[in-house]
């Protein structure tokens, strides 16, 4: 009899399992959240439209073919997208440790600078590509990993915000990379030859392979942007640095009461958080623009922050997050020409989308969802500043 119960015990623990797993996975509100922002952001959008004297609807199918009317407006569109990804990644990255990385903005600035001036060595253009192209993309890593690292130092050395002090980067390095690239007394890095500010031109054999001949161009570089969004998660859930990565932006105490080095991990997490941002200039240096002007990331990496709200965080959400916020800049300027409506409308729906996000109870409010509280179901929601992980 007590084996009978001891089988029966084990098959309903088992059954029990098996369904607290079935409602995890079919858990959408996650995902249907951001959704239906993006849905009432759209609705709101439509209403500045009209209001302007617009047609939303005409404005929106407008948008939707400069998105996606033709192979040549997709290419450009996914291309637009690709260094959003890398920013946002960023971003999120800084975000699973607690940090936010306010300096993205600075780090793609070196880091494309750092790249684009080890791209014109002679030691780079006598290289075939299988050399080049690793040793531009590297050194725009370390160009973007010294840059994001040093206020990580900053946080654990002295305690100095890395908000502040990534703020305060960020200014230094436009004007220090506008020197650099603008000065003609001396020359510095600018090309004698542009009749525009720039930097000489990529070697050729340090040029990432074109996929499609859109504008800006369509490269491998995409793919080796979501590839890294694979890497990153991979290193956050299945690695012993991604647990204390994480326990670090859960909490630090009790991070530190369990022996982990939380000041180690900060300055880590920086460094890594900028050498995504250095890693991604340098692919759009070598892959998109063959050169660097500042101008060129202007805005990214503020957009990135941004996209890891949308995202939660998430490296693979981060994916179409990017290339939704991409392709929308991408299509803006066809919704102008043709149906008359500013550019500037889809920054505003744009910027809604991140506002419904952050403020969820007005998307819940609207469409009527419940909220699901931590531990509903079996889930535990781990955040940091609101910031799912």
Known sequence: MSEQQSLNDKIDQGMSGLHEKIRQSWNIQPVLVPLLAIVLAVLVGGVLILITGGNPVEAYWSLLRGMFGSPDRIASSISRSTPYVGSALAVAF???AGLFNIGVEGQLLVGGTVAAWAATWHFVGASPGIIAIPFVLFAGLVGG???????????????AHEVISTIMLNNIAILFVRWLVNSQDPVVLRDPDSSVPRTRPVAASARLTELWDSTPRLHVGTVIMILLCFLVSFLLLRTAFGFEVRTVGANPFAAKYA??????????????????????????????????????????????????????????????????????????????????????????????????VAADAIVR?????????????????????????
Request: hydrophobic content about 55%; cysteine-free.
């Open 145 to 159: 990993m010294l840059y994001g690292g040093f206020p990580g130092w900053l946080r654990a050395r002295t305690g």
């Open 259 to 356: 022996g982990m080095s939380v000041n180690r991990i900060i300055v880590l997490v920086m460094a890594l958080s900028g050498a995504i941002a250095g890693f991604t200039a340098a692919i759009e240096v070598s892959g998109t623009y063959h050169f660097f002007q500042p101008g060129i990331l202007a805005g990214i990496g503020f957009d990135g922050i941004a996209i890891a709200l949308l995202a939660r965080a998430n490296p693979f959400a981060i994916i179409p997050a990017a290339f939704l916020w991409g392709s929308m800049l991408s299509g803006a300027g066809l919704m102008q020409q043709e149906a008359g409506v500013s550019i500037d409308v889809v920054r505003i729906v744009l910027s809604l989308v991140l506002l419904f």
């Open 365 to 389: 409010y609207v469409f009527r969802l419940k909220k699901v509280t931590p531990g509903a179901h079996g889930t535990a929601v781990a955040a940091t500043g609101g910031i799912g992980k």
């Open 94 to 96: 800084a975000f699973k």
